[in-house]
């Protein structure tokens, strides 16, 4: 199936996605990689709070390149899930609904997903250049200390994806 969805994500708009299904995606996501990952968990195991509300929220595992002149970012092609696992499943619990990335996740993030009623989507690993057009605006939320890596609100419009692992737990990545 295709759908076009308008983020944030509603539960019943992730309960009708099934692995395989074409997803464009349009509105607010938050960007974020393996170092505001480890920040975020940290920041919880301290007792802190957190600098954004994950509720509801859909992050894009991704580190632009500097933006070219007259774009609002460079390329932002999407990076391997597996080195987020360690931290997914805690920010889950916390109510993020869905993750944007490439490659398999484990075992852990698959129970979260499901626990949850979540989703996670594969984007397209080398097409970072053509995924920035979808891209209408970026705006350094938190961690700007970190670069690349910092967590990041985008504006998308008609921003592709795949479901890869559902609501339910089927996973593109051990499909039979």
């Known amino acids: 199936m295709e759908y ?19 997803v464009y995606l349009t509105g607010p996501m938050l960007t974020a990689r393996d170092a505001a990952h480890k920040r975020l968990c940290e ?10 509300s ?21 390329a932002a092609g999407p990076t391997t899930a597996g080195r987020m696992d360690a931290y997914a499943p805690t920010l889950l619990d916390l109510g993020l609904k869905g993750m944007i990335a490439k490659g398999k996740r484990n075992q852990a993030v698959k129970e979260a997903i499901v626990r949850n009623e979540a989703v996670y989507f594969a984007a397209i690993g080398g097409a970072g250049a053509l ?4 891209i209408q605006s970026s705006e350094i939320l938190a961690y700007e200390d970190l670069g690349t890596e910092a967590i990041r ?13 559902d609501a339910a737990g089927n996973d593109i990545y051990s499909r039979d």
């Open 4 to 22: 076009h969805l308008t983020l944030p994500l509603n539960i019943e708009d992730i309960r009708k996605l099934r692995v395989g299904d074409f």
């Open 43 to 52: 920041t919880l195991r301290d007792g802190g709070a957190l600098p954004v």
């Open 54 to 74: 994950l509720s509801g929220e859909t992050v894009y595992y991704m580190g632009p390149t500097p933006a070219p002149p007259g774009r609002v970012i460079g």
């Open 131 to 134: 995924l920035s057009e979808c």
């Open 153 to 165: 609100r985008l504006i998308v419009k008609d921003f592709p994806v795949i479901v890869a692992i």
